[in-house]
């Protein structure tokens, strides 16, 4: 019976290269020379550090850019507040990552709104599709894509 599978990754390695290239941006921009601006990956946060508000949101939007240029989707960031510390300031952006169980139900309900001929379940973290036709797996797909969801997914397994 074909299916695929619904989920939310992130590739570490290109999360990694990202904040590498942001921090390579750092030294060689002009406004941010000599200034405690840097990058720093924590197992799946990106703490961020300037001297103030105004360089930590120039920091983020380096950030956003670089995570695009990398295929990592921004919708992906789960961007805090700024929060000072001491004569610097400090910006934490969670990477966010598997389906929460209320997206899960959400997709759930639109493709049952929608009436197609295939069944959902949730595993874990992941929502598999399955169907006797690959053209009503491939309707589900677009369905989902053209919903605007908050939280970046990527359809995978697809097995005929």
């Known amino acids: ?9 992130v590739d570490i390695h290109e999360l ?6 942001a921090n390579r941006e750092i030294n060689t921009r002009f406004d941010l020379k000599g200034s ?3 990058f720093e990956l924590e197992q799946k946060q990106v703490k961020m550090t300037a001297d103030a508000e105004f360089q930590a949101n120039q920091l983020k939007d380096i950030l956003i850019a670089k995570l695009i240029k990398r295929s ?3 919708k992906c960031a789960d961007i805090g ?36 001929k295939v069944q959902t379940s949730i ?14 797996l491939q309707q589900a797909i677009a369905l989902i894509k053209e919903e605007s969801l908050e939280w970046p997914l990527q359809y995978n397994n697809f097995r005929d």
């Open 72 to 74: 990592i989707d921004p």
């Open 81 to 116: 507040e700024i929060q000072p510390y001491g004569k610097v300031v400090h910006l934490v952006v969670g990477i966010r990552e598997g389906l929460e169980q209320t997206l899960s139900k959400k997709i759930i309900k639109l493709i049952k709104a929608a009436k197609l």
């Open 16 to 21: 990694r290269n990202a904040v590498d290239q």
């Open 123 to 136: 595993q874990g973290e992941k929502l598999r599709v399955t169907g006797k036709k690959r053209d009503d």
């Open 36 to 38: 405690s601006a840097k």
């Open 1 to 9: 019976m074909p299916s695929f599978d619904i989920v939310s990754e």
